[in-house]
Each structure stands twice: as C-alpha cells, then as structure tokens.
C-alpha cells in the first residue's frame, strides 16, 4: 500500500502542526502494534492451555470408561497443547508403543479417536495380520524448539 500524501502547507505555523501530528501517528502506531503483539501472546497462551485441559480431560474420561472416547481433541490441539504422543496397544499381541502425532500423514484436523481404526500394530503386520491398536493415553512430551538460524 502506498504511504499517504500529506500536502505541505505553505505557512510555518500549520507545517509544525503537521509535523507534531505526523509524529504523533507515528508513535501511536508502535504503541497500538505492541499491545497488539502483547494480546496475541495472552490469547495464544490461553489457547495453549485450553487445548492442554482438553487433553487431559480426554486421557482422564478415556482411563474411566475404557474406550476411545467422542469427542476427543484434535491432532492440532494435542500437538498445541503438549501432548505430541499417543500411546497405543495392539488388540492382538498387546504390544505397547508410543506414536508421534506430528508425523502422522493425516490431517491435523483430524480427531485423535478416529486414529483407533487407522493405526495397526507393526509387529503383527509382519506375522500377516492387521488387528487394529486400542488407545490408552495422550503422553505429555516436551516440544523440541526449532533450531535458530
């Protein structure tokens, strides 16, 4: 967008004005982007910790009735809110594992007890079978931060 014209004025007095308002704008700018940019911060770490609940709530309702659980937080929500792995059991050999949510080729709006039906037990894969995984928890693992460039 192109930077607005302010037209000179001819007489000392009105060009202070314009002076001494432009300036003004200028720093109102800076003052609004940052409360702006501090507001974001708050709301983001709300969101963070809302979706952390969520979560939790959803491995406490799923340790008390047993079964996946409807509805159940996002794969987005579970990443946000800390808990970037779920773990799984075979119904066939009762093997355990943990499953990263990040690398899953599914879309990270997809909620993670539709994950029930799509996620097989790799060991009896091998023995020709496909028995389905039973879910147990979301696992709270720290999020590795980017590397710096």
Do not use: Y
Request: hydrophobic share 35%.
């Amino acid at each position: 967008m192109a930077p607005k014209h302010h037209p000179t004025p001819l007489s000392g007095g009105d060009r202070k004005a314009l002076t001494k308002e432009l300036g003004r704008a200028r720093a109102m700018t800076t003052i609004l982007a940052g409360q702006a940019a501090e507001a974001r911060a708050k709301g983001e770490a709300l969101i963070r910790q809302a979706d952390k609940l969520l979560c939790e709530s959803w491995n406490e309702r799923l340790w008390a009735d047993g079964g996946p659980i409807d509805p159940s937080p996002t794969v987005d929500q579970a990443i946000n809110g800390g808990f970037a792995s779920l773990e799984i059991e075979c119904s066939r050999c009762k093997t355990r594992r943990d499953v990263d949510l990040a690398v899953l080729r599914h879309p990270p709006t997809t909620f993670v007890h539709d994950l029930a039906g799509r996620l097989r037990c790799s060991k009896c894969a091998k023995a020709g079978r496909r028995p389905s995984a039973t879910l147990l928890q979301l696992i709270s693992r720290p999020r590795l931060a980017a590397p710096e460039t």
